[in-house]
Every structure is written in C-alpha cells, then in structure tokens.
C-alpha cells in the first residue's frame, strides 16, 4: 500500500545553545503542507528569509552542515534533520530564531522527543520516495573514504569509522530500516578527541560546548593539570579520570555508539536530497562534506530522471524568447559557430533553445559526403551555448562575461542527427552558480527521442 506524506499535529518549541556558537536559541517546529518538504525561517531576521533544506544550499561542511540561500544561513542542522528523516516526517516549517540549531545533548533525541510532542497527521498526497535505479558512488581514494548507494526496496545504511584509534578501534553500525531509528541511533551522541579542543576552541568554535553533550576521547594519558585546565574551558571542572578513554566518566549508550552518531549524521545530510529514497547506503569514514556531495549526487540522478520524462514542447508559431539577434548579443559565437538559432524557454534555473540542422551546414561536406551526420562534439558545443544563455542570464551585465566549460561527465549519445532534424537543446542547473563555477544537466532531442545528454561544469569568467 502507498505511504501518505506526514506533517506536525501542532507546533511545539525547544530553546538551546549553538554547539559552535554559544549562542541561545529558540527553535519552533510548525505543520507544514504537502509537498513543502523541510524549510528553516529566520525569524529573527528582517523579512523572515527561508532558507530550503536541499543540498545545492550547502556552503560549509568544517563541523557540521551550514545551508545558505539568498546570503542567508542556518548551520548545525544535521541532527534536527536526522530527527525528521528517521521519524518519517515529510514536511515542516522550523523557525529559527538565530544562526545555528541548538546542540541538544549532542544527538537527536531531544528534537525526536518534541516531535512526538507535537504528534503527526497525514495528507492526503502520497509520499514520493526516489527510488535508486543504479549505483551511485562518492568516493575520496586520498582520505579512504566511499559512499556507496545501492537499489533496493526501502532505506537501510551501514557506516563503518576508522580513526586509527586504539580507544575507538574499528566500528560498523547497522540501521536495518528507518523504523529502527528512534530506538537505535537517535541518542547516540557526538564525539570528540581530547587533542581536538582546544584548537577547536581558539578557532572560536564549540562555544556552546560543556562536555556533557559529546563523547571526549583521551588517546593517551595526561597530566591532571592539562585536564584541569581544558575543563575549565568548558566550565566542567572535578574531571579528574586522566587515563585514556572517554575523559569525562561518560558511560556508552552502546559500545559502537560514536559509528552510530555517523550513522546519525549521514540520516540528517541525506535529508537534504528533499525526498525520502529507497536504497542501501554503505559508508566507509562518512563525513558531513561526503553525506553533502552524495546528497547532491542523488539529487542529480532525480532530476535527471524528472528531465527524461519532460520533453520540452516546441511550436514554431510562438514567438521566441530571443531570437538570433538577441543571441548574437550575449554570447560572442558567430558563423560558422554559433549553434542556437533561439531560446525559447528561459528562467532561472532551466533554458530551452533551438538548433535547425540544414544540409547547407559547412560540416557536412566532410562528415560525411555521403551519408551526413551532425559531429557529436558539436552537438555538445550547441547544448554548451544553450547553457552559456543560462548562465548568464543569472549575473549582472552579462555581455562581460563569457562561460568555459572545464569538466564534461556521462555523456551518452543515442541518436543521429542528420540534415532537416530540429534540435531541442535543454540544459538545466545541476548546482547554483558558486564562486564562479556552475554544474548543469543538458538534453537535446529530435521529436521524442533524446539524441545526447550528459553533464557539464563550466567558469564564468569576466571578459578581459
């Protein structure tokens, strides 16, 4: 049987300190419509910003993942989120009335409390899972980290950590079905090593820290004038355990308790693909900037899957949104190597052109004479102007400015192109336009069928 989407009964509020930034703050759970998926406000902000928890808003992934959209940020969401995925709860609006999600004991426990508080009711939409077709892998050969997602029937992950710790030795935590999340994973605390704390601190970050809402870890033995003096730090003084182990006397809810807080913490990132999946995550020394890139990795695989099924309707009796003209203004290509004849679909993150393919094309004389086909490389080039229209119409003055592409991936071609086919070339953005580098997802097609598709990463660079 179908799942239906869930929401909040009522609202409900907890009030706490920002692990990084001491700061207090009150942060209120509220019901939200079907198909809202999870957003933060910014109440303590002029206009109240909402800032979307999807991955192409991540910007920081240091000690904990920070969202921003519109120059607005929430950091530190992960074990609210966490609390959210695993409890199956499809929408909510969190306010916010500051810039980091209170610690809250260091797991999620406490925002799972608050929302059975505040109960939950079912719409009436179906619950939209992205079920995972085929592998996807993240992986960082230089710090041995992989992230691996298979198909499967329903979500279940597996995190094995390895620090080269003697205290923490090798761990592997299973979460067999989020049903398993409450009783499993979401009280089991963050951690941290002994070594780590003090710099941490000097860099100004774990103001809201106290010792009691993290698992510290002493690798080796110190004396107690050096536990003294960090505990005061934190304001927990009488520490006085100084052999290695876990400093502060802190019994283990589980013996693998720091493998399930990864566990946790991949829960909460993988919120961020915006809709529940069906797959088998297996991670290998998961960390916030992995879960971050494996979310978006998700994302571009469900939003190829949405394009493949949306082919871009072209009348030629409708006006287009720029003509030759219009094009010859923004991008500098010109005869023989200009490959858009108009645009006719343009917003901010998407842009459909047009490309009509003659036999007069110069081309076509060499490949081939006798049986001619339109150069895949230049089927390339015309999705690579189509999205250099794209691009530009996100900056300011955009005739100053020119688009490289630096990277091309998973580029299949499936059809020819000969003379007489009308080209449908579409290109969507895959990420935001970031530090001058965008990632897009193009399509072109002749009638319904695809012809190529791939995806590109280019510069913006300003015109010298």
């Not at 109240?48 to 808003?57: D, G």
């Not at 960090?230 to 019994?251: D, E, M």
């Not at 006719?344 to 490949?367: C, M, R, Y």
Request: with cysteine; proline share 6%.
């Amino acid at each position: 049987m179908s799942e239906k989407q869930r929401t909040l009964a009522r609202e409900v509020s907890l009030k706490g300190k920002g692990l990084h930034s001491g700061i207090n703050v009150t942060v209120t759970f509220k019901p939200a419509p079907a198909n809202h998926g999870y957003k933060f406000c910014r109440v303590d902000l002029p206009g109240k910003p909402v800032i979307e928890a999807l991955a192409e808003y991540v910007t920081d992934t240091s000690r904990g993942t920070t969202l921003t959209q519109n120059n607005v940020s929430v950091a530190t969401v992960e074990h609210l989120l966490a609390a959210f995925h695993g409890m199956q709860i499809d929408n909510a609006l969190i306010d916010m009335n500051g810039p980091e999600a209170p610690i809250m004991g260091g797991a999620a426990w406490k925002f799972v409390e608050a929302i059975k508080e505040a109960g939950t009711v079912e719409h009436k939409e179906h619950r939209n899972y992205f079920v995972i077709k085929q592998k996807i892998t993240y992986s960082d050969e230089e710090h041995g980290v992989d992230l691996i997602v298979y198909p499967d029937d329903h979500l279940s992950i597996n995190v094995l950590i390895d620090y080269n710790s003697r205290i923490l030795g090798n761990q592997y935590a299973i979460m067999e079905s989020v049903s398993d999340f409450e009783a499993e994973i979401c009280n089991s605390r963050t951690f941290v090593f002994f070594h780590e704390l003090e710099p941490l601190y000097n860099k100004g970050l774990i103001r809201g820290g106290d010792l009691d809402n993290s698992i510290v870890i002493l690798e080796k033995e110190v004396e107690q004038a050096e536990i003294d003096r960090i505990s005061k730090l934190f304001n927990r003084p009488g520490i006085n355990t100084h052999t290695a182990g876990i400093l502060n006397n802190t019994q283990l809810r589980f013996p693998n308790e720091p493998a399930r807080h990864k566990l946790l913490d991949l829960m909460g990132d993988l919120a961020l693909v915006g809709q529940p999946i069906k797959g088998k995550v297996v991670a290998t020394r998961p960390g916030h900037y992995s879960n971050t890139r494996l979310a978006k990795m998700i994302r571009q695989e469900m939003k190829k899957t949405l394009s493949k099924h949306k082919i871009p309707a072209y009348d030629p009796t409708h006006p287009p949104i720029y003509t030759l003209e219009d094009i010859k203004r923004r991008l500098p290509h010109r005869a023989p190597f200009l490959f858009v004849d108009k645009i006719i679909e343009l917003d901010d993150n998407a842009v459909v052109g047009i490309k009509n393919v003659t036999f007069n094309e110069p081309f076509f004389q060499g490949h081939f004479p006798e049986e001619p086909v339109m150069p895949g490389v230049l089927l390339v080039e015309a999705l690579a102007q189509t999205g250099g229209i794209l691009v530009l119409n996100n900056i300011d003055e955009p005739s100053k400015y020119s688009t490289y592409f630096v990277k091309i991936e998973k580029l299949k071609f499936k059809q020819k192109v000969v003379p007489g086919d009308t080209v449908i070339l579409k290109m969507e953005m895959v990420e935001p336009l970031r530090r001058g580098m965008v990632t897009m997802f193009g399509q072109a097609f002749v009638g319904n069928n695809i012809v190529v598709e791939g995806e590109m990463t280019a510069q913006v660079i300003k015109n010298k």
